[in-house]
């Protein structure tokens, strides 16, 4: 069969114009059969991309902000520093006319240290780093201070603190006066009393800083705490603060050891008199007990001698010589002497032995 391609050609464009709808034809509603006209469609789009680029535009202006806990918010119209600071919250601007500037009212610290290590956790986290602190001391000589100072902010009187000293308040405030009040008191001092009197430099310092920082008109900080770290000295100083130790430390030990020989001689002593108070008081009771028994001896011989009447001595005289009768009954041999006087005993000897005498008395 064959193909007309211009037949095809003509039936096609019949079919495309068949399509068409006409513009002056209006649509009917779906759903009630109203008539709509046909340029709707268009002004709705229109409206559509206008609430879009409205929200576009919200977006990038960004006409609010969130004070978080911690921050206050300072606005600015026109340039100029509204008194009263935004506290936390969302709060809403006029874009291009006014700004708000978010302050960190929180604890911040300010590290005066020769190294780097102090502070690296950065502004955002409230840790300054700054200079060590040098110092002439009281003669001259140059002396390093290291100290951290804790402080913050008035939030009542931000606006105004902010206005009068900018974002970088804290190095015109808490450093050029921690500076002043450090080289105002280590300078009263010699180098090698530094250390010594460390205590007391501190709580001056302290006291001074809190004293400066109270005088700036309109309270704007509030200081927390000022600790003194390190007083770094001279070499030279230094080494002789060495010495003098080293000389203190001997004396101490010398001292100490005299302490404890003198202590050790007073223990001995104390022992050795304990011992001679104990000897003399047993030699005392010793000598109390023969004083006792020689007094108790001594009035027993009183009372005997008391006892011993003249009648009594005769009679017991009588009675010796009956022994000495009875005993030359048994030995004729012996030999018996009698007391000048008649007094008894009487004594008697055997003749036959010489070697043995006895004593008969009473």
Known sequence: MAFDLNEHL???QQNGQ???????TPKRDSVGGS??????????FLLMIGVVVMIAIVILARPFVVIQSGEVGIKVTAGKYDPNPLRPGIHF???ILQNVIVVDT????INFSRTEDMGVAGKNQGIFR???ISVMDSRGLSVSIELTVQYQLNANATPKTIETYGLSWEQKIINPVVRDVVRSVVGRYPAEELPIKRNEIAQMISANIQEEISKLPDSPVTLKSVQLREIVLPTNIREQIEKVQIARQESERVRYEVLRAKQEAEKVAALAKGEADANRVKAQGIADAILIEANA?????KAIA??????LLELRQIETQNKFNEALKVNKDAQIFLTPGGAVPNIWVDSKSRKQSTSVGK
């Not at 068949?18 to 002056?24: A, E, S, V």
């Not at 008539?35 to 709705?44: A, T």
């Not at 929180?106 to 610290?109: H, L, P, Q, S, T």
């Open 130 to 132: 700054n200079d060590a």
């Open 35 to 44: 008539k709509i006209p046909q340029d709707f469609g268009g002004k709705k």
């Open 106 to 109: 929180r604890v911040r610290i």
């Open 18 to 24: 068949g399509d068409r709808p006409n513009p002056q």
């Open 306 to 311: 008391d006892s011993l009447t003249r009648p």
């Open 93 to 95: 601007f006029v874009p």
């Open 10 to 12: 003509k039936k096609k």
């Open 297 to 301: 001896q001594s009035k027993a011989n």
